[in-house]
């Protein structure tokens, strides 16, 4: 009876030995990997084309690049890392939006953090040119299921630009808290390059 209790306790042991393997959160909005690139965005594009104005606008995300399932919250939960492509170095705020496709509306629901990103180094000639920077950032952002990403900021470089359609709700002025539903003042083809990583 000794024998096999010194067995169950060394086995134990062992299985307390073993790192624990940390498992990735869902992630929702692009799907952003080195070899994704911020095409035609080395220089920021302003809300309004062309530059009319320069006051700010949000961006809300509706088609993911690359992630085409997954455009908004899967799940509620918090969004614990924001990820990020952008051509030329910036600055926005993360917003989360609800949304709605078939009207092109869409309502501000929270405000999260001002996040200042530094974009390619293309300067650099050990930069490998077909490698582009993943940029990663800490947050603590609540989300409820079917919720999307946006963006407050003047203008923005986070931008893939090669192909058509609504991939992007523009509203200038920006969305703001307490407003009801409001109509998109433009779209955009250009993909958002923005990623949340959900805890």
């Known amino acids: 009876m000794t024998r096999i209790r010194n067995i169950v306790v060394v086995a134990a042991l062992a299985l307390l030995a073993v790192p624990a393997t940390s498992v990735a959160g869902p992630s929702f909005g692009a799907k952003l990997t080195p ?8 220089t920021p594009h302003s809300c309004d084309m062309p530059e009319e104005t320069t006051g700010p606008c949000t961006r809300v995300l509706m088609d993911a690049y690359g992630r085409p399932d997954r455009p908004t919250a899967p799940k509620r939960g918090k969004i ?5 492509i952008a051509g030329a170095p910036g600055t926005f705020q993360l917003q989360i939006v609800k949304a709605k496709a078939a009207t092109q509306q869409a309502k501000l629901v929270r405000n999260g953090p001002v996040i200042n990103y530094q974009g390619q180094d293309y300067t650099d000639p050990e930069t490998d040119p077909e490698a582009y920077k993943v940029e990663s950032f800490k947050v603590n952002v ?8 946006a963006i407050r900021s003047s203008e923005t470089s986070m931008l893939r630009c090669s192909s058509g359609g609504p991939n992007q709700l523009i509203f200038s002025p920006p969305l703001s808290l307490g407003n009801p539903f409001q109509t998109a003042t433009d779209t955009d083809g250009c993909w958002l390059l923005l990623e949340a990583v959900m805890k």
């Open 35 to 42: 070899d994704v690139q911020p095409s035609n965005a080395n």
């Open 80 to 84: 614990k890392r924001i990820k990020l």
């Open 142 to 149: 609540p989300v409820k299921k079917g919720q999307s990403l």
